[in-house]
T-cell receptor
Framework: DAEITQSPRHKITETGRQVTLACHQT?????MFWYRQDLGHGLRLIHY???????NKGEVSDGYSVSRSNTEDLPLTLESAASSQTSVYFC?????????????FGEGSRLTVL | KQEVTQIPAALSVPEGENLVLNCSFT??????LQWFRQDPGKGLTSLLL?????REQTSGRLNASLDKSSGRSTLYIAASQPGDSATYLC?????????FGTGTSLTVIP
């Protein structure tokens, strides 16, 4: 069955370190998204991609970057981790035209920045 | 900007009861609306997707309706079970982004 795999599922890091969260999907979807989920804020879009070599900023993109070198992967990098980036991060993908279609999620990556 | 609201934020019902969860959105220009379930510590699982041209979708004990003109969707759960306890989120697809509600936390009491 097709799926989205995120790794690591849990990570603890220190302020100032670079962190990369991996996202791999086997749906062959063009659209991929990174969200963070925090109490009181719901799901907020960090970055998204509509295809290889395409990346776009979401509403909370400061301090984060992504790259899309193939269809399957969209890694999320925190350049210099801050305590405010402690959160649960979800990767998602969809089919359809850019940004549309049924959305499928990974299991999430819980990041703690000390 | 599209805003999605889910009321109530939390709901507790006895097992066997039929219930309705609500989702409202401010801009009717949507491609589709999707309902998700999220269990604690887990990702979001897609329950139902309603295209903008559809009025409702059904899957087992779940029925979702969509009234685009009034900016509302409901998720009807029949004969609720303790295993239905979870947070339910709706999301609207505007054609370039998805906008999420903050969810309704459902507890079904045995």
């Amino acid at each position: 069955d097709a799926e989205i795999t995120q790794s690591p599922r849990h990570k603890i890091t220190e302020t100032g370190r670079q962190v990369t969260l991996a996202c791999h999907q086997t749906w062959n979807h063009n659209n991929m998204f990174w969200y963070r989920q925090d109490l009181g804020h719901g799901l907020r879009l960090i970055h998204y991609s509509y295809g290889v070599q395409d990346t776009n900023k979401g509403e909370v993109s400061d301090g984060y970057s992504v790259s899309r070198s193939n269809t399957e992967d969209l890694p999320l990098t925190l350049e210099s981790a801050a305590s405010s980036q402690t959160s649960v991060y979800f990767c998602a993908s969809s089919d359809g035209a850019a940004g549309t279609g049924e959305l499928f999620f990974g299991e999430g990556s819980r990041l703690t920045v000390l | 900007k599209q805003e999605v609201t889910q009321i109530p934020a939390a709901l507790s019902v006895p097992e066997g009861e039929n219930l309705v969860l609500n989702c409202s959105f401010t801009d009717s220009a949507i491609y589709n609306l999707q309902w998700f379930r999220q269990d604690p510590g887990k990702g979001l699982t897609s329950l139902l997707l309603i295209q903008s041209s559809q009025r409702e979708q059904t899957s087992g004990r779940l029925n979702a309706s969509l009234d685009k003109s009034s900016g509302r969707s409901t998720l009807y759960i029949a004969a609720s079970q303790p295993g239905d306890s979870a947070t339910y989120l709706c999301a609207v697809d505007t054609g370039n982004q998805f906008y999420f509600g903050t969810g309704t936390s459902l507890t079904v009491i045995p």
